[in-house]
């Protein structure tokens, strides 16, 4: 079988190649695992939680309704920094397609935590789709206002962390020209680096990307992860470097920084409001071949 589940996580492996699979975990609808031809894509702490006692620190976590703590909103300014997606069980709706096996999950505030929807009393429903290809890795994201009164205010965010055998000799590419922000110097300035090299703690937001500017990640010059993104104007990129990595209780091994960096696309430099019935809908699209995948 091309999906199989436990109750806990979903398993998906691809028809056409064991090698390739994918494990979400019901918790948070964290994506823990993608393999292509056995070899592992994302990093995940040692001591990450994958018990559903806390959102897991690794993987592709999800971030709604707010992007930190927000300053903006009074609403949103109650929730935890991350919100509420990651610190709740989320419902396996079943598989949708076979090849490439594709799977769905949902989440309402019936079933979100309730300690934190009782602090952010509004109505939403979100529907995520995994797909997973032989050689890509699509998360789709459709968040619908059920309200017959009230608009929907949120950020969306794939907190997507990458792994990268060495992270002194990798680089993110494609973000030159783009406006960030720099939330260590608390700054807005252009990028005018021809790459994003992590010699530091690094935690910027770059701001409007067009959808058709592919983001990669390079190591000694090969690509080995490219981001395609739809709706998804901004991008995280965050590497905690030593004294942060120190600081987080959950973040194994404390090396564990040199093999990771977060490169993360998502709509959070300003809120997305939805009108009572209304739907948004996003996704972001991992893989390695660079053009393969452009025209999706």
């Not at 799977?103 to 009393?121: G, H, M, R, Y």
């Not at 994201?141 to 000799?169: A, G, R």
């Not at 067009?210 to 901004?234: A, C, M, S, Y």
């Not at 019935?277 to 025209?295: I, V």
């Given at each position: 079988?091309?999906?199989?589940?436990?109750?806990d996580r979903v398993v998906?492996?691809?028809?056409?190649?064991?090698?390739?699979?994918?494990?979400?975990?019901?918790?948070?609808?964290?994506?823990?695992?993608?393999?292509?031809?056995?070899?592992?894509?994302?990093?995940?702490?040692?001591?990450?939680?994958?018990?559903?006692?806390?959102?897991?620190?690794?993987?592709?976590?999800?971030?709604?309704?707010v992007f930190g703590k927000?300053?903006?909103?009074?609403?949103?300014?109650?929730?935890?920094?991350?919100?509420?997606?990651?610190?709740?069980?989320?419902?396996?709706?079943?598989?949708?397609?076979?090849?490439?096996?594709?799977?769905?999950?949902?989440?309402?505030?019936?079933?979100?935590?309730?300690?934190?929807?009782?602090?952010?009393?509004?109505?939403?429903?979100?529907?995520?789709?995994?797909?997973?290809?032989?050689?890509?890795?699509?998360?789709?994201?459709?968040?619908?206002?059920?309200?017959?009164?009230?608009?929907?205010?949120?950020?969306?965010?794939?907190?997507?962390?990458?792994?990268?055998?060495?992270?002194?000799?990798?680089?993110?590419?494609?973000?030159?020209?783009?406006?960030?922000?720099?939330?260590?110097?608390?700054?807005?300035?252009?990028?005018?680096?021809?790459?994003?090299?992590?010699?530091?703690?690094?935690?910027?937001?770059?701001?409007?990307?067009?959808?058709?500017?592919?983001?990669?990640?390079?190591?000694?010059?090969?690509?080995?992860?490219?981001?395609?993104?739809?709706?998804?104007?901004?991008?995280?990129?965050?590497?905690?470097?030593?004294?942060?990595?120190?600081?987080?209780?959950?973040?194994?091994?404390?090396?564990?920084?040199?093999?990771?960096?977060?490169?993360?696309?998502?709509?959070?430099?300003?809120?997305?409001?939805?009108?009572?019935?209304?739907?948004?809908?996003?996704?972001?699209?991992?893989?390695?071949?660079?053009?393969?995948?452009?025209?999706i």
């Amino acid at each position: 079988m091309s999906v199989t589940t436990d109750g806990d996580r979903v398993v998906l492996t691809h028809p056409e190649d064991k090698t390739s699979t994918v494990t979400i975990l019901n918790y948070g609808a964290t994506v823990i695992s993608w393999k292509l031809k056995g070899k592992e894509q994302l990093w995940v702490s040692e001591a990450a939680k994958l018990d559903g006692s806390k959102p897991v620190r690794g993987g592709i976590p999800l971030v709604f309704p707010v992007f930190g703590k927000s300053k903006t909103d009074d609403a949103l300014s109650k929730l935890p920094q991350h919100g509420l997606a990651r610190n709740s069980a989320w419902e396996f709706l079943g598989q949708t397609k076979s090849n490439p096996p594709t799977v769905q999950f949902a989440l309402s505030p019936e079933i979100a935590n309730p300690e934190l929807t009782k602090v952010w009393p509004f109505d939403f429903s979100l529907i995520l789709t995994v797909e997973l290809g032989i050689d890509f890795l699509k998360t789709d994201i459709e968040v619908t206002n059920p309200s017959k009164s009230q608009e929907l205010k949120f950020n969306w965010l794939f907190h997507t962390y990458l792994k990268t055998e060495d992270i002194e000799d990798t680089f993110v590419s494609n973000l030159v020209g783009m406006e960030l922000y720099d939330q260590l110097l608390q700054e807005t300035y252009v990028d005018k680096h021809p790459v994003v090299t992590i010699h530091e703690e690094k935690d910027v937001i770059y701001r409007n990307i067009d959808d058709d500017r592919l983001i990669q990640v390079v190591r000694k010059g090969e690509p080995i992860h490219t981001l395609k993104r739809h709706n998804l104007p901004d991008a995280v990129v965050w590497n905690p470097w030593i004294a942060k990595s120190k600081s987080m209780a959950d973040f194994e091994p404390k090396t564990g920084y040199q093999t990771m960096i977060c490169v993360e696309p998502g709509h959070v430099h300003d809120l997305i409001t939805l009108a009572p019935g209304e739907t948004w809908n996003a996704y972001q699209l991992l893989y390695r071949d660079t053009l393969k995948y452009q025209a999706i």
